[in-house]
């Protein structure tokens, strides 16, 4: 296990520019494959989950390769294989949106089931019901997802629980499929829309993106285009968090202020400083935070992706924060590692109470199998007192681009071990 040494303490100051969104490239990934030729992504941020899934899609014959500019192109010409056994998808819980490429591009599929971070159950139902209402038969077998159909027909399609990877993976089948599909009770996300906006640049018609209804008229030919990922709103917030956390004063730059809303505002509560403007958000904490509760939501609600940068960063509140975690059944393990660190949390199920202490103290703590509870901790370790080794920085850098240099560009002190 890879870790990071870091020394609290420091107020973080200066400027941090965010790269692209880690969730929205690994649906735009995939979606290239429909392409009759190539497609060059801009901003496709450089973290593992993004190098992952190139090795996979070249595994299935595609090419993927990063220009000088920092720009992919992927081209699809060469893809060969409707199938992606286990050990090629093991590594990335995203490798899912493969079943509906692949079904919508040879009317069959078999994708191993991954597994994902330890946030509690991954299922795939929803997924499920939409290719089978598009005319898909559907079978499980020693860990394998397997699709077949004759025809991709358009259907209306009801998701019984707000999913993003639903909702993308039945855009992506839907775009193939002869006819329209409706698909309500969809998801919201930035990521669902950039999706959207890459699929229509490639000759889709796609429309609602970013609304519950989303309605998806299929085309049998699709052809390569050129797209800018959206930027990361999770690594945008968890920014944004480690500025409020140490105290301190930074510009976050490449961001859509909108996408953070929710965040925003609950800060804002929190009394810490907001200034936006265009594309960058000011953030500054002179003084001590004040306890702020929060549900997380599907969007434009709290992101259960920040639920843990945000505990973090009220365990030195003054007051109690509670934060209900309406998502995952299981996103608090990391609890335990901050209140080793001298945070007084208690957890009842989805709720967490987090009762604000006047300081954290450094030790070397450990973040399990989930990205974004290895970033709370490196917050927790920030504004600790002395020196914290937050371990599995393998996990932080599947969602976090360069996240030691850009924490040491604010006046961090840190160094990765092992
Ligand atoms: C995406 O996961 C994100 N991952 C997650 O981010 C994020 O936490 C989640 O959306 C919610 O915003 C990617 O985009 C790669 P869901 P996803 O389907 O699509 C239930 C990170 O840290 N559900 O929206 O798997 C499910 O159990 C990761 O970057 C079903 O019941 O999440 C959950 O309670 C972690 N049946 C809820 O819906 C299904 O078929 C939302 O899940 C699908 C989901």
Request: proline content about 4%; glycine content about 10%; charged content about 25%.
């Amino acid at each position: 296990m890879s870790s990071l040494i870091v020394q609290g303490g420091a107020r973080l100051t200066g400027r941090v520019r965010i790269g692209g969104s880690k969730n929205a490239s690994v649906a735009i990934m995939p979606a290239t494959l429909f392409g009759a030729g190539p497609t060059r992504l801009e901003d496709l941020p450089d973290i593992n989950d993004v190098k992952v899934f190139s090795e996979i899609l070249c595994a299935l014959g595609a090419r993927v390769d990063r220009q000088e500019d920092g720009s992919v192109i992927i081209d699809p010409t060469g893809l060969s294989r409707w199938d992606a056994p286990y050990e090629l998808v093991k590594r990335l819980r995203a490798s899912y949106y493969l079943l509906g490429v692949l079904l919508g591009r040879f009317g069959k599929a078999e994708v191993a089931l991954p597994g994902g971070c330890d946030i509690g159950l991954r299922p795939i139902d929803q997924h499920l019901k939409g290719f089978r209402a598009l005319g898909a038969q559907v079978s499980m077998e020693h860990g394998m997802v397997k699709l077949k159909a004759k025809e991709l027909r358009g259907a209306e399609i009801y998701l019984d629980v707000v999913s993003v990877g639903a909702t993308i993976n039945i855009m992506l089948a839907a775009t193939m499929a002869k006819g329209t599909t409706v698909i309500e009770n969809a998801a919201k996300e930035p990521h669902i829309v950039d999706l959207a906006n890459l699929l229509n640049a490639m000759g889709a018609r796609v429309q609602g993106a970013g609304t519950d209804v989303v309605k998806i008229r299929g085309t049998d030919q699709l052809n390569g285009c050129t797209h800018a990922v959206i930027p990361d709103d999770i690594e945008a917030g968890t920014y944004v968090m480690m500025a409020a956390a140490t105290h301190g004063d930074v510009r976050v730059e490449n961001i859509i202020p909108q996408h953070l809303d929710s965040v925003l505002a609950k800060l804002r509560e929190a009394g810490v400083i907001v200034e936006e403007n265009g594309d960058w958000v000011r953030v500054a904490a002179p003084g001590r935070l004040k306890a702020v509760s929060v549900k997380t939501l599907p969007y434009p609600g709290f992101p259960t992706d920040l639920q843990q940068p945000f505990v973090a960063m009220m365990t030195t509140a003054e007051g109690v924060s509670i934060v209900h975690e309406t998502i995952w059944d299981n996103r608090f393990g990391y609890a335990n590692e901050l209140i080793r660190m001298g945070a007084r949390i208690k957890i009842d199920g989805r709720t967490a109470f987090i009762e604000g202490v006047p300081k954290l103290f450094g030790i070397p703590v450990c973040s399990k199998n989930d990205l974004r509870a290895g970033a709370a901790l490196i917050i927790a370790a920030l504004s600790a007192d002395g020196e914290s080794e937050v371990d599995g920085m393998e996990y932080v850098d599947r969602g976090y681009e360069r996240i030691d240099e850009k924490m040491r560009s604010l006046g961090a002190t840190v160094r990765r071990a092992g």
